[in-house]
């Protein structure tokens, strides 16, 4: 049987299980990813009569190798917006701004913002400091709400 066969064959089956458990749009993307499947391992079928079993399983493969980037992808796209995010600070860049700034700070956290400003990365912080790379954002993560607090309530 050819591979061409069993995705024409089948497309129902395939499209009907796809849209029940994909919801993100992706659902073509998703065939087209099965469909690649089929032709690369249908050679590995041994027994035409468990091809319905097999096909299921190469569906379900995909939609879960699906869900798994895409859940990446999120999490990239998280981390790459927090690792570039700026800290505006007022327009005044007197000592006395950067006093109030930094003295609105833990010591931790202050090495984290200082080095954060002069243009460090997240990496570089976190091997400079001897940190774990989670704990140099959450630093960061903290020192960003706290000063988002003391200027919000400075603006109302």
Same mark, same amino acid.
């Given at each position: +049987?050819?591979?061409?066969?069993?995705?024409?064959?089948?497309?129902? *089956?395939?499209?009907?299980?796809?849209? =029940?458990?994909? #919801?993100?749009?992706?659902?073509?993307?998703?065939?087209?990813?099965?469909? /690649? =499947?089929?032709?690369? &391992?249908?050679? !590995?079928?041994?027994?035409? =009569?468990?091809?319905?079993? #097999?096909? !299921?399983?190469?569906? $379900?493969?995909?939609?879960?190798?699906?869900?798994?980037?895409? $859940?990446? #992808?999120?999490?990239?796209?998280?981390? +790459?917006?927090?690792?570039?995010?700026?800290? *505006?600070?007022?327009?005044?860049?007197? &000592?006395?701004?950067?006093?109030?700034?930094?003295?609105?700070? !833990?010591?931790?956290?202050?090495?984290?913002?200082? /080095?954060?400003?002069?243009?460090?990365?997240?990496? =570089?912080? &976190?091997?400079?400091?001897?940190?774990?790379?989670?704990?140099?954002? &959450?630093?960061?993560?903290?020192?960003?709400?706290? /000063?988002?607090?003391? *200027?919000?309530?400075?603006?109302?």
């Amino acid at each position: +049987m050819k591979a061409a066969d069993v995705i024409t064959e089948h497309e129902l *089956y395939i499209r009907k299980i796809i849209h =029940a458990r994909v #919801w993100d749009g992706f659902e073509d993307d998703i065939f087209q990813n099965i469909a /690649l =499947a089929v032709v690369k &391992s249908l050679p !590995t079928l041994r027994d035409d =009569a468990f091809l319905k079993t #097999w096909l !299921t399983r190469v569906i $379900y493969n995909q939609i879960a190798q699906h869900t798994r980037n895409q $859940y990446r #992808w999120v999490r990239n796209c998280a981390c +790459m917006a927090e690792q570039y995010e700026t800290i *505006y600070l007022p327009d005044d860049h007197s &000592s006395l701004v950067r006093e109030e700034v930094f003295g609105a700070l !833990t010591d931790k956290q202050r090495v984290v913002l200082e /080095l954060f400003l002069d243009g460090w990365r997240f990496n =570089a912080i &976190s091997e400079k400091l001897g940190l774990p790379y989670e704990q140099v954002r &959450s630093r960061y993560r903290r020192v960003v709400e706290r /000063l988002q607090k003391l *200027y919000s309530k400075e603006i109302q």
